[in-house]
């Protein structure tokens, strides 16, 4: 009988311990940043520049290539001038997108494994950064010394951005951190990484309603200098404020190693358990479908809104403003309605997400009224839950060590199909910007009709895997205790058969 007591107390002391554990580690979860402040600064700066060099892209074509006065080109919107200036810069983004994807594709090859081998994330997060400055320093070089014509401007903004990963580097290195963390204190991956899907459509609301008021009025040279001071600001907080969760002293591995690249392929393709690598690999179809989409919106999107609605770079920033929040309110009811409330699973959210995305799209093709464009992202609103929803899908899918070679993998693939897709949706908008504009939307429907049937696939075969993957391991904490106490009874019990019978 002693024996037993003595278990159930030191049973109701370890739940104590462990309440009061899991109280103060929510507690420290509750109010830390992760890399919020530096994606955001990122963000903000990306969107805050977007428009202005796009407008620099379009002048330099029009005044340099073509050879017309500074009043035609400051008054460019719809015209003659436009599309003969716009075909030139879709002309030169063939080129231009190809290299810079091939280049990005091999930098992401090399270093995401060096990051699993070493536990170090902060170089994969400074790298882009540091690029991104680099750029930014670039445009405003070429703004104090004219002359360059249109192949020189976006091959100097394309270059240093790429060497640097671009952004694809920036993100798996922030996902594979926020997976790192989250695997070592617990925290819910989908919520973390929707925080950080969130935070970053904050980002994009600041930077698309200011870029072209303050282009406006302070010209380039003051929207690429608060720019570059973003970017500083992002690189100094991951430089002095990010810790590495889990750093591996003992590396010897050089981030140049020919074995990094093909060892992180063998890792995304080798054998798992149940439908694991099923689930990756569909996984890796969606993310890919979706860097297509956003490459090809961020390339096209401003020079087809002007074309189509004549809308100015003010009209076109307040547009992304308005989208984007309606998108974080989106994110909003994902994770606070859909997810927490009425427990869907991430692939019904993402299978949703693309059916919305497919209707607000079919709605901007039909219509030809401008007003009738913002009523579109209510349709759209949770458009973006794939984007939200496929990172944390895989990751439940991979070890912790193997999150910089899968996400390395990821972002290569995706900058290899950047490679292939920007230069053939800038040769589909150049045939058909004069008498189709729309013609570019179109393989977007496509890309989330088969998005939304892999979501539903890879639903079919986490159900399948999950009663035996998941019986033991996700026992209620009421029938552990259970348990507990049914061996410390047994225990209890033979004590006393081993009493009586003595």
Known sequence: MVEGSVDLQELQKLRNEEQDEARKTESERKFRFLLEPALVGAMVAINLGQTSLQNFYLRTACSVDLG???????????GHYEAESQ???SGVNISRSFVGSLISTVVLLFVGPWSDCSGRRKPLLIMP???MSV?????LLLLTFPGANTVQVLYAVQIPMSFGGNFGLLLAAAFSHIGDICHATGRDVTRTMGTHRAAIQVAHVIGSISGPWLFHGLGYYGVFSIVLLLQVFSLAYVIFVVK???VNTDNKVSVFNWRLPFNAVICLVKPREGYKRVIILLMLVVALGDRMMLSAEVLLSYMYYRYKFNWTDVMFGSFLAYRN????????LILAVMKRRLQFSDEVV??????????ATLGLIATTSAWCVFLLPLIGIIAQGSQVVQRPILNKQILPNEQGKIYSVLGALESATQTLSSPLY???YNKTVASMPDAWLIPGIALAALQSLTYMTTRKLRRSQEPAASQEKNIPLRKREDKILEHCNEKNNESKSRTQSN
Do not use: E, N
């Not at 750029?135 to 445009?139: A, E, P």
């Not at 993402?350 to 209707?359: A, H, R, T």
């Open 68 to 78: 017309y006065s500074k009043d035609i080109c400051d008054s460019l919107g719809g």
């Open 87 to 89: 075909k030139i810069v």
């Open 129 to 131: 950064l540091v690029g």
């Open 135 to 139: 750029m930014t320093t670039g445009v």
């Open 244 to 246: 590495d969760v889990d």
């Open 325 to 332: 929040i309606v998108s974080f309110i989106g994110t909003l």
């Open 350 to 359: 993402g299978f949703f997400s693309c059916m919305s995305y497919i209707l």
């Open 426 to 428: 800038s040769l589909l």
